[in-house]
Structures are given as C-alpha cells and as structure tokens.
T-cell receptor, first 111, second 119 residues
Framework: KQEVTQIPAALSVPEGENLVLNCSFT??????LQWFRQDPGKGLTSLLL?????REQTSGRLNASLDKSSGRSTLYIAASQPGDSATYLC??????????FGQGTELSVKP | GAVVSQHPSRVICKSGTSVKIECRSL??????MFWYRQFPKQSLMLMAT?????????EQGVEKDKFLINHASLTLSTLTVTSAHPEDSSFYIC???????????????FGNGTRLTVT
C-alpha cells in the first residue's frame, strides 16, 4: 500500500529565506508526483507535476525534484514571501490509477 | 484552461437529511472524476473513483449506500451524502482528469471544495 509522508508538518520562516519541503513515498512504482498548494478552507492549486521519467521541474521561484528509486521528492521555494503561506501537499499517482496524498506541510512566512 | 467547478461551496444541513454536491468540468470532458474527503488538519483521503456511464469504485471503508455517486455525463459527477450525521461534517473535494486517450498520467484538476456541516 502506497504511503506518502511529508516532513516537516509545519514550518515558520522569515521572509526572504529559501526553504525545502520534503516528501517521501513507499512504493516507487508511480506515474508521476505532483505538488499542490492549499489555502485555508480552499481547494487545491497545482504547482508542479513531475513525470516518473523526469528528475525535476521548475516554475518561477519553485523547483521540485524527484528521486524515484529512493522514493523522495523535494519542493524548493526561493526567496519566500508572506503570500507563500499555505499548506503544501505532495501527491503521487500510483500505477493503481489513484492519487495518494501526504498530510501536508503548513508553511508560514513572516514579514 | 481545465476548470473544475464544485457547488455548493458551503452547506449546513440537519442530521438525517441528504445533501448533493455537484462537480462540473467547465471546459473539458472528464471520463474519470475522483471524490476526496478532508478532515481538519488532515490530508485528502480518496473516497471513490467515478467513471462516466458506470458504477463508481469505492475505497475500502467508504459506505457506497451512504455516499451515492452519479457520473451521468462527461462533464458532471454528483456526490450525495444520504442521511447525514455530524460525523459526516468535512471538506469534500472533487477532481477530474481530461479525457484524452492513453493519458492516464495527465494531471488532475481540482474543484474548490464543499464545506459540509451537519448539525
């Protein structure tokens, strides 16, 4: 059974700092891995999607890496801003055709 | 592109009543939609997979007679919470995949969720 774990559960940083969020998964047989952002009481916004054959994806200040063999992904946020405050969710699309989520990292960026 | 609309965004109902939540793909066709439930401070848990024109596939532990799913068209799936109880209070989110042949690993697009409160 696929399990997705995110560390840390919560993170508070001062504005401008670079930070890394971690995601690990137990079954490396995945199609892709996706990072989402969720604001309180809201739905999900897709940030980056990495196919199983890819190593990383970049969008603006965000960079996500994937090491499928070790079951790990990281989301790197450069020059963090207060507007980045949200919960970040990692999810893997496994070969059973389901998107399995981690429990998220709640990020707070202090001005 | 790829917008998923979920309605209502919030609903409060009395215990014992039924509530219907709609999930629509506005600018694309979706053969498959997924329904998730999220309790406070927890992650999204997959409840069921909804396929157009066929019965939904429910995850272990999810009561199919309590959470009725209908996917009658390529742009609409509904989740009906029947005889709701306070423990059904949660955030329900749907997602949809663009119906492109062979693209099983294409990204999912999510609705904005429905906050259900059962009193």
């Amino acid at each position: 059974k696929q399990e997705v774990t995110q560390i840390p559960a919560a993170l508070s940083v001062p504005e401008g700092e670079n930070l890394v969020l971690n995601c690990s998964f137990t079954d490396s047989a995945i199609y892709n891995l996706q990072w989402f952002r969720q604001d309180p009481g809201k739905g999900l916004t897709s940030l980056l999607l990495i196919q199983s054959s890819q190593r990383e994806q970049t969008s603006g200040r965000l960079n996500a890496s994937l090491d499928k063999s070790s079951g790990r992904s990281t989301l790197y946020i450069a020059a963090s801003q207060p507007g980045d405050s949200a919960t970040y969710l990692c999810a893997v699309f496994n070969q059973g055709g389901k998107l399995i989520f981690g429990q998220g990292t709640e990020l707070s960026v202090k001005p | 592109g790829a917008v998923v609309s979920q309605h209502p965004s919030r609903v409060i109902c009395k215990s014992g009543t039924s509530v219907k939540i709609e999930c629509r793909s506005l600018d694309f066709q979706a053969t498959t939609m997924f329904w998730y439930r999220q309790f406070p401070k927890q992650s999204l848990m997959l409840m069921a997979t909804s396929n157009e024109g066929s019965k939904a596939t429910y995850e272990q532990g999810v009561e199919k007679d309590k959470f009725l799913i209908n996917h009658a068209s390529l742009t609409l799936s509904t989740l009906t919470v029947t005889s709701a109880h306070p423990e059904d209070s949660s955030f329900y989110i749907c997602s949809a995949r663009v119906a492109t042949s062979g693209q099983i690993n294409s990204p999912l697009h999510f609705g904005n969720g429905t906050r259900l409160t059962v009193t």
